[in-house]
């Protein structure tokens, strides 16, 4: 019987204690702080545990295709620089209050297996500000960023200069 009720408290702590410090607002969800060491631990284990169970083993159908690169630069223009930068092109002043922060993929992607960025960029990242594409690109369309940011690390002047703002006047900066 001792058993029993032992476990029934166990129980009741170990998921009421959580759930009052929680609702207590004791926890800070601002963006605006560094993730902190076990929130990161949390959410990198989550997340290579997901990826490795989830992402598919094939290689992209389009990599080192030149057309499917032009594609992707394309995409990742409208979509994806801002957060990440390039090779000589800085993400947009939004970035900054991004925590945890984008990886500059430029350096990051050539760890990531095709199927791995595949899927991260389709079903996104919960809390993270990743966002998923499925709802707005179609697979193709996604193989050919995987390609892109595969390329990202051989830009060349001119592919930096389309990822660019068109003029410094477009962009918004604050002083200080």
């Keep these: 019987m001792r058993f029993v009720v032992g476990f029934i408290v166990g129980v009741i702590v170990c998921i009421g204690g959580p759930l009052l410090v929680l609702r207590l607002g004791i926890v800070d969800m601002a963006a605006t702080p560094e993730p902190g060491p076990i929130e990161s631990f ?18 992209g159908p389009f990599d080192g295709n030149p057309a499917a690169i032009a594609v992707g630069l394309d995409h990742y223009r409208e979509n994806c ?22 990886p500059e993929l430029w350096k990051d992607s050539e760890e990531m297996t095709d199927g791995e960025l595949f899927w991260t ?41 389309q990822l660019r703002p068109a003029t410094e006047e477009e962009g918004h900066h604050h002083e200080g």
């Design 81 to 102: 620089v801002g957060c990440h930068g390039a090779p000589g092109v800085e993400p947009a002043e939004l970035a900054k209050g991004l925590h945890p922060g984008a």
């Design 121 to 161: 960029i389709r079903q996104g990242v919960r809390m993270t500000g990743m966002p998923a594409f499925a709802p707005t690109h179609s697979d193709e369309e996604i193989w050919k960023i995987v390609a892109f940011v595969h390329h990202l690390p051989r830009l060349t002047a001119e592919e930096q200069a």
């Design 42 to 59: 949390v959410g990198n284990l989550a997340y290579d545990s997901w990826i490795e169970h989830a992402a598919p083993r094939e290689r």
